[in-house]
């Protein structure tokens, strides 16, 4: 079975552009959960999806959205990048929502924010 | 809101060593409770979880967790380290439909 996958794997962008991550859940997993993580501040939650439809957010500024489409793919999309927005973002998928549900996560797209 | 606390920052141990990973979290009900590790320029992979039952979890690659409520802890462990066990660690917990909250991670360094 494939795995979560994220595109692009790299990114450089700078200051004041928008940028637009995908995720493609594992075959069959309707939850789709974003993360970002840097070295100061770890990994922090940022929305999970479920069935095109947002079931949680993080403490993170309206820069930061998400939608999921019909066929579970999730995209994040940040505006008016700032420096600290350089992170690893992770995808993660389940196949359902709720708290007993393993998260499988993705490699991650790494953006740099210049 | 909840929080993770994971004690050490990096450690370094020499391979056949016993290993010992602190984890601590802050809420008191009814929680559920994971270790993911992510080896270097890997993604995130689960090591074991905790949901219910058994309070002492057995994960893949030799690991496993114990559950001790009174604690507020979820401590990882493995008798005996190899070099290949060095990674980054992540203790994180949910509970209800609350979100994953992570912890800062434990680097662990496995020299021969």
């Known amino acids: 079975k494939a795995g979560v996958t994220q595109t692009p794997r790299y990114l450089i962008k700078t200051r004041g552009q928008q940028v637009t991550l995908s995720c493609s859940p594992i075959?069959?997993?309707?939850?789709v959960s974003w993360y970002q993580q840097t070295p100061g501040q770890g990994l922090q939650f940022l929305f999970e999806?479920?069935?095109?439809?947002?079931?949680n957010k993080g403490n993170f500024p309206g820069r930061f959205s998400g939608r999921q489409f019909s066929n579970s793919r999730s995209e994040m999309n940040v505006s008016t990048l700032e420096l600290g927005d350089s992170a690893l973002y992770l995808c993660?998928?389940?196949?359902?929502?709720?708290?007993?549900?393993?998260?499988?996560f993705g490699p991650g797209t790494r953006l740099l924010v210049l | 809101a909840q929080s993770v606390s994971q004690h050490n920052h990096h450690v370094i141990l020499s391979e056949a060593a016993s290993l010992e990973l602190g984890c601590n979290y802050s809420y008191g009900g009814t929680v559920n409770l994971f270790w993911y590790v992510q080896y270097p320029g890997q993604h995130l992979q689960l090591l074991l979880k905790y949901f219910s039952g058994d309070p002492l979890v057995k994960g893949i690659k030799g690991f496993e967790a114990e559950f001790i409520k009174s604690k507020f802890s979820f401590n990882l462990r493995k008798p005996s380290v190899q070099w290949s066990d060095t990674a980054e660690y992540f203790c994180?917990?949910?509970?209800?439909?609350?979100?994953?909250?992570f912890g800062k991670g434990t680097r662990l360094s496995v020299i021969a």
């Open positions: 075959s069959g997993h309707r939850s």
């Open positions: 994180a917990v949910n509970s209800g439909n609350t979100p994953l909250v």
């Open positions: 993660a998928s389940s196949l359902i929502s709720g708290p007993q549900e393993t998260q499988y």
């Open positions: 999806y479920f069935s095109e439809t947002q079931r």
